[in-house]
Every structure is written in structure tokens, then in C-alpha cells.
T-cell receptor, first 113, second 109 residues
Framework: DVKVTQSSRYLVKRTGEKVFLECVQDMDHENMFWYRQDPGLGLRLIYFSYDVKMKEKGDIPEGYSVSREKKERFSLILESASTNQTSMYLC????????????FGPGTRLTVT | GQNIDQPTEMTATEGAIVQINCTYQTSGFNGLFWYQQHAGEAPTFLSYNVLDGLEEKGRFSSFLSRSKGYSYLLLKELQMKDSASYLCAVKVDDYKLSFGAGTTVTVRA
């Protein structure tokens, strides 16, 4: 069974703090993704990575950065958290190729106060 | 930009059939995915269509018409456990999925 795990289910941070969200997958997938999910807006892609040390901006990269030092691990970094970054963050991974579905982690609900 | 539309909510009775429509206008098309997401859980893969026509998987079927930019997910013999959000997503290139906002289906006894 494919497993995508995220470091925390719930996180509360203060405005201005640096926040790290970690994601690990165990299926040797090349691609990894970070999304945020907000009511009425669906899942929006923040960043993705198709290989170690490679990253590409998604649709809403502002205020975020990412790191992929190992194939199985993809980190999302909020350099200076703001209240409008309060959201559900979902990590996903997949093999390369159009036909392959993405597998999602359980999500991290981040609240910035 | 990408435009993927699906209804916000649908309600149906246990044992009935529900059809969730999805229309899309995207910069690229490499297939259409449907995901199911129960409240508080991760989305899980349901189906994938890349050619026109109907794909059937047990109680769930998905249809695609590329010329019309249209897909639907058909849920038959509804069960209470089918109460969830259903997400339509278009693969716009080899990597990226662009998602609709999701349709919340409520199954009533």
C-alpha cells in the first residue's frame, strides 16, 4: 500500500513564525506536490518537485518555499506565517506520466493566529 | 488559467443514483481524474478517463467527452458511506492536476 505521511495533523503558529511542514512517501515516486485546500476553492497547487533538488512553482507559490533533499521527503516552508495562510495543507506523490494518479497524505490543518 | 466547474452540493436517497457533472476549460488535457474525499480525510483516487466514453468500476462509473469538455461521475446503489466530497481534476500536463472546488454528496436514509 502506498503511504504518504505528514508530520503533523494539527498545527497552531503565531504570525511571523517560520513553519515547516514535512511529507514523506514510501513508494519511490518521482513527483511530489504541496496543495492547500480552502472551502469553495478546492485544492490549489503551491509547489511541486519532479526530482531531488528540483522544484517548480504551482499556482499560488507566494509566501512559500520548498525543499527536496531526498527522493522520499518534500518540505513546505512558510518563511513568515500570516493569518491568510491558515488552511489545510495536503501533500501528494505520484510516478511520472499522465496516467498515474496522485496519492495524498492525511493533511495538516494549520492555524496562524 | 484553468476553469473546472462542478456543482457545490447534491443530496440523494440511499439506494438511488446520483450523477455529478464536471465541465472544464484548461490549457492542456492529459486525462481527467475523480477523487473521493471524506470529511477530515485525504482524497482517494476513484477513476481516470483519457479517451471518450464510459469507464465502469463496480458501483461507480465515469464518462468523458473531450470535444464538449465534459465529464460525469455516476454513483449507483448509493450507500450511506458514499456521503463525501467528489473532486474532479484535469491533468493539464505530465505533472500537474487542476482541481474543481468539489461536490459534497449527502446520502439520506
Amino acid at each position: 500500500d502506498v503511504k504518504v505521511t505528514q508530520s503533523s495533523r494539527y498545527l497552531v503558529k503565531r504570525t511571523g513564525e517560520k513553519v515547516f511542514l514535512e511529507c514523506v512517501q514510501d513508494m519511490d515516486h518521482e513527483n511530489m506536490f504541496w496543495y492547500r485546500q480552502d472551502p469553495g476553492l478546492g485544492l490549489r497547487l503551491i509547489y511541486f518537485s519532479y526530482d531531488v533538488k528540483m522544484k517548480e512553482k504551482g499556482d499560488i507559490p507566494e509566501g512559500y518555499s520548498v525543499s527536496r533533499e531526498k527522493k522520499e521527503r518534500f518540505s513546505l516552508i512558510l518563511e513568515s506565517a500570516s493569518t491568510n495562510q491558515t488552511s489545510m495543507y495536503l501533500c501528494a506523490s505520484s510516478f511520472v506520466g499522465a496516467v498515474y494518479e496522485q496519492y495524498f497524505g492525511p493533511g495538516t490543518r494549520l492555524t496562524v493566529t | 488559467g484553468q476553469n473546472i466547474d462542478q456543482p457545490t452540493e447534491m443530496t440523494a436517497t440511499e439506494g438511488a443514483i446520483v450523477q455529478i457533472n464536471c465541465t472544464y476549460q484548461t490549457s492542456g488535457f492529459n486525462g481527467l481524474f475523480w477523487y473521493q474525499q471524506h470529511a477530515g480525510e485525504a482524497p482517494t483516487f476513484l477513476s481516470y478517463n483519457v479517451l471518450d466514453g464510459l469507464e465502469e468500476k463496480g458501483r461507480f462509473s465515469s464518462f468523458l467527452s473531450r470535444s464538449k469538455g465534459y465529464s460525469y461521475l455516476l454513483l449507483k446503489e448509493l450507500q450511506m458511506k458514499d456521503s463525501a466530497s467528489y473532486l474532479c481534476a484535469v491533468k493539464v500536463d505530465d505533472y500537474k492536476l487542476s482541481f474543481g472546488a468539489g461536490t459534497t454528496v449527502t446520502v439520506r436514509a
